[in-house]
């Protein structure tokens, strides 16, 4: 864990030299959650802590005007390791333009370009439903050709992928790459329609060796958006197929903002409602679980020029059930200072 901290702190050290000895315009972000959070199961505390549960430090260099870059390094608590702290690499690529309009090629640590994963804004504190029941990961090492559809009618993205995740390297990935397709089209504007495919095949190109399973790995999801005025509605259908076993589930999520109404009151409403079934193929395993949340999000702070949010308080309640009669159901009360800046080096 020591070599990943200094390697990750290294890197960031040496892009910041770069940057300031070739001239080369660089973008410096941070954002910080400092959160409160209290597990209760069956009306009875089980934990109550105070944590920084996640600080992204990020460059982002502007080499040409068809040529970018994005270096990020995530930092939080957590009491898997031996000093309550972890830091790893979240994304480190270059961004190329293409000759196409509106096309760029991304090679390097790059975001999983899959269901809601990729643009998730955390309207509610928890994760976004594929990464929360591991469909995919959020990040991966690879490459993805991303583009807009002409006159705003969409976004689509083309990848390829470890497919392990951003959290394995060395002997813990195979020579078998994950191939993903990610598809978003806008008919009119308010509503947003898309699907996205991962597959992945772990004897294709070379076979597995006995610490791997020869299996085959095959992730799909629909998604759905209205939003209009003060009501944004999300929707999302997730599945995976794996060891010829499938889970799926879905989300829906509405919010309600409430600036819409009144400017000074610059707040959103959540509600958020998650049910997944771990093998859809057997009834008797009684592996289904449901999740309900609610909160409240207050834009304290806004940036004067942009007009986004650089320091909101979130608030979340959650309760899990299991379809299991013998698990408890498990509630989470969650109280979060998001802060973020940034500004350029050069």
């Known amino acids: 864990m020591k070599k990943v901290k200094f390697f990750s702190l290294f890197s960031l050290l040496l892009i910041v030299i770069f940057t300031n000895l070739y001239s080369v315009e660089t973008k410096f972000s941070a954002e910080f959650w400092s959160r409160y959070t209290a597990d209760f199961s069956e009306n009875q505390l089980?934990?109550?802590?105070?944590?920084?549960?996640?600080?992204?430090?990020?460059?982002?260099?502007?080499?040409?005007?068809?040529?970018?870059?994005?270096?990020?390094?995530?930092?939080?608590?957590?009491?898997?390791?031996?000093?309550?702290?972890?830091?790893?690499?979240?994304?480190?690529?270059?961004?190329?333009?293409?000759?196409?309009?509106?096309?760029?090629?991304?090679a390097g640590l790059i975001k999983t370009y899959f269901g809601t994963i990729y643009d998730w804004n955390y309207a509610t504190i928890e994760k976004s439903f594929d990464d929360k029941e591991k469909i995919v990961s959020s990040a991966d090492y690879g490459l993805s050709m991303n583009g807009l559809i002409p006159s705003g009618f969409g976004e689509y993205a083309l990848s390829i992928y470890n497919g392990e995740g951003y959290s394995k390297t060395g002997s813990d990935i195979d020579g078998n790459p994950a191939l993903s397709l990610n598809l978003r089209i806008i008919p009119i504007v308010g509503i947003t329609l898309g699907g996205s495919v991962l597959y992945e095949n772990h004897s294709l190109i070379v076979k597995a060796d006995s610490s791997l399973t020869d299996t085959v790995r095959l992730c799909y999801s629909g998604m759905g958006r209205i939003s209009f005025g003060l009501i944004d509605i999300w929707g999302l259908y997730v599945a995976k197929n794996k060891d010829q076993e499938t889970g799926a589930g879905f989300m829906i999520m509405p919010v309600l903002k409430l600036s819409k109404i009144?400017?000074?009151?610059?707040?959103?409403?959540?509600?958020?409602?998650?049910?997944?079934?771990?093998?859809?193929?057997?009834?008797?395993?009684?592996?289904?679980?449901?999740?309900?949340?609610?909160?409240?999000?207050?834009?304290?702070?806004?940036?004067?020029?942009?007009?986004?949010?650089?320091?909101?308080?979130?608030?979340?309640?959650?309760r899990t059930s299991y379809e299991d009669t013998t698990k408890a159901y498990v509630d989470n009360l969650s109280l979060q200072l998001r802060y973020l800046f940034s500004g350029k080096i050069k």
Do not use: C
Request: avoid cysteine; charge should be negative.
């Open 262 to 318: 009144a400017n000074f009151i610059d707040m959103e409403i959540v509600g958020r409602y998650d049910m997944f079934d771990k093998n859809i193929d057997s009834a008797e395993l009684n592996d289904s679980h449901n999740r309900i949340m609610a909160g409240f999000n207050w834009n304290i702070l806004k940036d004067s020029k942009s007009g986004n949010p650089v320091i909101f308080l979130q608030t979340d309640w959650e």
């Open 46 to 106: 089980v934990k109550s802590y105070f944590s920084l549960e996640r600080g992204y430090i990020g460059l982002q260099p502007t080499f040409t005007d068809k040529i970018k870059g994005r270096f990020t390094i995530d930092l939080f608590s957590s009491d898997k390791f031996e000093d309550g702290a972890g830091i790893k690499l979240k994304y480190a690529y270059v961004d190329f333009k293409m000759p196409v309009n509106d096309m760029s090629l991304q």
